[in-house]
């Protein structure tokens, strides 16, 4: 699998930056995790929408589906064009507003993602954890040739999460607040201290740090946590 990080911003894009996104492949097959702002941009750095068909959104938070509702006019473009392009799947939790944006006849539809369903992406397996958030969001794991991914989306600190990441090959995990702010708990994020217990408990063969701070460099960030940061357009291969 080669997975490029698409984007490593949280709720506030740094300058030039992105939203947390990453782009999942094993030979042609492709699955974008999260389309919040910025991220469209990047994408067409790597590769064409047109050769993305499928598309996860972990929640219903703008800095995670922002740009997905531009890429519904992207897809529209391309079949007004008569491009060889399919209709474009997005998969993301129960939610009215995602669903009737994302979803227009021939162009694009949306379907639901719970705990119970295993999504099969050609060789790509992907398989959904409720986190700890403010609203309905599941961290995801990415499963192919007995390698794993596991981007942990938005949650507070979780022995849950940590159960089913335990020791996967990549690891990617929030973290949104710098220790002096105190606990991520409160917002249901991680600040640095917890973050960098996380992985520690996971043990991960390789971690990035996503969803940063808009505040305090990457230095800063690193130094706290331990761990490294992710960049964008950074490629992992496992």
């Known amino acids: 699998m ?31 995790i999260d389309m919040g702002a910025g991220v469209l941009s990047n994408l067409e750095r790597v590769c064409s929408l047109d050769s993305i068909n499928n598309i996860v959104l972990t929640h219903s938070h703008s800095d995670h589906y922002s740009d997905a509702l531009v890429s519904v006019y992207g897809r529209l473009i391309s079949k007004q064009l008569k491009r060889d392009v399919t209709d474009l799947s997005f998969y993301g939790p129960k939610d009215s507003f995602l669903c009737e944006k994302l979803s227009l006849e021939n162009v694009t539809n949306y379907n639901e993602i719970n705990q119970n369903i295993v999504l099969k992406i050609g060789s790509l397996s992907l398989t959904f954890y409720k986190t700890i958030h403010l609203v309905e969001c599941y961290a995801v794991k990415c499963e192919c040739g007995g390698k794993s991914i596991f981007y942990t989306s938005d949650t507070s600190y979780s022995e849950d999460l940590i159960k089913v990441a335990k020791n996967c090959d990549l690891l990617l995990v929030e973290c949104s607040i710098l220790k002096k702010f105190g606990s991520g708990n409160r917002i249901g994020h991680m600040n640095t201290e917890e973050c960098s217990t996380f992985i520690k408990c996971v043990n991960s063969k390789i971690t990035r740090l996503v969803h940063l701070p808009c505040y305090g460099s990457l230095e800063e960030i690193e130094k706290e946590c331990g761990f490294n940061v992710a960049k964008d357009l950074e490629v992992i291969e496992l």
């Not at 300058?15 to 999942?24: E, H, P, Q, R, V």
């Open 2 to 32: 080669k997975v490029t990080i698409l984007g490593t911003s949280g709720g506030y894009v740094r300058c030039g930056g992105a939203n947390t996104s990453l782009l999942i492949e094993n030979a042609s097959d492709k699955v974008v």
